[in-house]
């Protein structure tokens, strides 16, 4: 089985190259690139998995007598990898790269989201869209005048709070939202506040009394929204613990 796998492995980078050497023009430049991207998400994976070699310093005695100013430093070079660690997993936190409940969601388009607005004396203008879906709008949110708002997000269609499901409590709580952070299908729809299956949104847990491991109280959470909230008629999510 392991021979048959290297095998085809050889195979398959022959006929890569094979390709490579064999395209012209713009398809080989695209064909190029795809490999180069691959290349280095490769390098990366392997960095990632290779074992960091950690300098830690001997537990010798400790000398009587003064130190000099260039051997202090020496015993805390271990401490400044873990604080380095520590900054990268906060980073991490901070993205948002957590497992989400729903890692794949089916792609909307603009057609299914947006509805043209027929507008002007004789209706030929279409410059305006209407959104379909549910929508998220902050509290100082100020509506342009109507005759020039490209986007219109009906007040029907507009939630303020969401059912979440706490993983690990199995207990539902209805909480209000503070924003949408990232809804998968488009940029746009993240910044229209545009909610659909699969959207990451910030939900306000002060309700809840959770506890980080300072000791303050947490405000804002992250939770993936897991039904279709325009055929429901809520929201209804899953908190990202």
Same mark, same amino acid.
């Given at each position: 089985?392991?021979?048959?796998?290297?095998? +085809?492995?050889?195979?398959?980078?022959?006929?890569?190259?094979?390709?490579?050497?064999?395209?012209?023009?713009?398809?080989?430049?695209?064909?190029?690139?795809?490999?180069?991207? *691959?290349?280095?998400?490769?390098?990366?994976?392997?960095?990632?998995?290779?074992? /960091?070699?950690?300098? $830690?310093?001997?537990? *010798?005695?400790?000398? *009587?007598?003064?130190?000099?100013?260039?051997?202090?430093?020496? !015993?805390?070079? %271990?401490?400044?990898?873990?604080? %380095?660690?520590?900054?990268?997993?906060?980073?991490? +936190?901070?993205?948002?790269?957590?497992?989400?409940?729903?890692?794949?969601?089916?792609?909307?388009? !603009?057609?299914?989201?947006?509805?043209?607005?027929? $507008?002007?004396?004789?209706?030929?203008?279409?410059?305006?869209?209407?959104?379909?879906?549910?929508?998220?709008?902050? !509290?100082?949110?100020?509506?342009?005048?109507? /005759?020039? !708002?490209?986007?219109?997000?009906?007040?029907?269609?507009?939630?303020?709070?969401?059912?979440?499901?706490?993983? +690990?409590?199995?207990?539902?709580?209805?909480?209000?939202?503070?924003?949408?952070?990232?809804?998968? @299908? %488009?940029?746009?729809?993240?910044?229209?506040?545009?909610? $659909?299956?699969?959207?990451?949104? *910030?939900? @306000?847990? %002060? +309700?809840?009394?959770?506890?980080?491991?300072?000791?303050?109280?947490?405000?804002?959470?992250?939770?993936?929204?897991? @039904?279709?909230?325009?055929?429901?008629?809520?929201?209804?999510?899953?908190?990202?613990?």
């Amino acid at each position: 089985w392991y021979q048959r796998r290297v095998r +085809e492995a050889v195979v398959s980078t022959q006929s890569t190259g094979s390709k490579a050497k064999k395209l012209h023009g713009l398809k080989a430049k695209l064909y190029n690139k795809k490999r180069h991207s *691959e290349k280095i998400q490769m390098k990366k994976t392997l960095k990632m998995h290779e074992e /960091k070699q950690t300098k $830690t310093h001997d537990s *010798e005695p400790v000398q *009587e007598g003064a130190v000099p100013a260039y051997l202090l430093d020496r !015993e805390t070079e %271990s401490r400044a990898k873990i604080l %380095s660690n520590m900054v990268k997993q906060k980073r991490k +936190e901070k993205a948002g790269k957590w497992a989400v409940p729903i890692p794949k969601v089916k792609q909307m388009g !603009e057609d299914e989201v947006f509805k043209v607005m027929q $507008t002007g004396k004789r209706k030929k203008k279409a410059w305006k869209r209407m959104v379909t879906k549910v929508t998220y709008v902050g !509290e100082d949110f100020t509506r342009k005048p109507p /005759k020039y !708002e490209r986007f219109i997000r009906p007040m029907a269609l507009r939630f303020k709070k969401a059912h979440v499901t706490h993983p +690990e409590l199995k207990a539902t709580f209805c909480l209000p939202m503070i924003g949408v952070k990232k809804n998968p @299908n %488009s940029p746009m729809y993240t910044q229209l506040g545009v909610i $659909t299956k699969g959207t990451v949104i *910030e939900v @306000n847990v %002060s +309700e809840l009394g959770l506890v980080t491991t300072g000791g303050k109280v947490v405000w804002g959470k992250y939770a993936q929204v897991t @039904n279709h909230p325009e055929n429901d008629g809520c929201i209804n999510a899953v908190l990202l613990v």
